[in-house]
């Protein structure tokens, strides 16, 4: 019955955002495409396709197949606002995400200065996550000072939190973004301690396959090399081509400062 096919479907969406979060992207999206077929059979206006919306343009972001996410993303959006629901935090920090793939980063800018405040009872999680998505787009904008400093802030109130073990892959983010920005700062010194920090924690919690392990080894490559150590830079660009090549296709994020750093060390591997 009805109730069967909600546990279903609802299983299905949950397996998706896990496996999203560990790494397995096309596993991730065969989750949520099976999730929506279900919900389209008995909840076509309802919350459940929402989720499973949400989980699909989640996938498809992380493939990089940008304009299937946009066009699952805006599905979502519209049975919302039909449904009479409040905008969801979700969708919004979803849809900056999208524009910074595609360099449209005034439109990332304008849509995050178009969120509603959040209340001082927010979630840590969810106050995280928006401090989180300003630092990336000031990174994007090449704010450097103004990423650090967020990333910084961002980091700081999950380790305060109390609630370390759940915000592991925030905190994992914001050492990124910090470790970065201080690198593009030329500040190497600064960045390595971050990044090998992001680096040992995503390896922690994901898959070993996961994009997101290469995003962070990409990093410390570019700062290995900057620090002059040419060869932990080409053990670590290696490292991320393995990870990188076992996956039908990347966001933009994770493809180019693969290029980017190939370019630098002049090597051609496949």
Do not use: M, W
Request: glycine share 6%.
């Amino acid at each position: 019955g009805a109730g069967a096919l909600y546990l279903k479907t609802h299983t299905l969406s949950t397996v998706s955002r896990t496996q999203v979060r560990a790494g397995d992207l096309d596993g991730a999206l065969t989750a949520a495409d099976a999730a929506i077929t279900l919900a389209r059979t008995f909840d076509p206006e309802g919350t459940v396709l929402v989720t499973a919306l949400q989980r699909r343009a989640e996938a498809l972001t992380e493939l990089g197949r940008t304009p299937e996410a946009q066009q699952t993303l805006a599905e979502a959006v519209r049975l919302l606002e039909r449904a009479g629901s409040a905008p969801s935090e979700f969708n919004a920090l979803l849809a900056i995400r999208i524009a910074l793939d595609q360099g449209r980063l005034d439109q990332a800018r304008d849509a995050f200065a178009a969120l509603a405040p959040l209340g001082e009872s927010a979630p840590v999680a969810k106050s995280v996550q928006r401090i989180l998505s300003q630092a990336d787009i000031a990174l994007a904008r090449n704010d450097t000072t103004g990423a650090a400093r967020l990333a910084a802030e961002a980091i700081a109130r999950a380790t305060s939190s109390g609630q370390v073990a759940t915000l592991g892959s925030a905190i994992s983010d914001g050492e990124l973004i910090e470790g970065l920005a201080h690198l593009r700062a030329g500040d190497a010194a600064a960045a390595r301690p971050l990044l090998d920090s992001a680096l040992s924690r995503r390896t922690a919690l994901y898959l070993p396959k996961s994009p997101r392990i290469a995003e962070a080894q990409l990093a410390l490559a570019a700062c290995a090399l900057a620090q002059g150590q040419r060869q932990d830079a080409t053990t670590l660009l290696a490292q991320a081509e393995a990870i990188q090549a076992q996956h039908s296709a990347l966001s933009p994020r994770y493809r180019l400062p693969l290029q980017h750093l190939r370019a630098q060390l002049g090597t051609h591997t496949q």
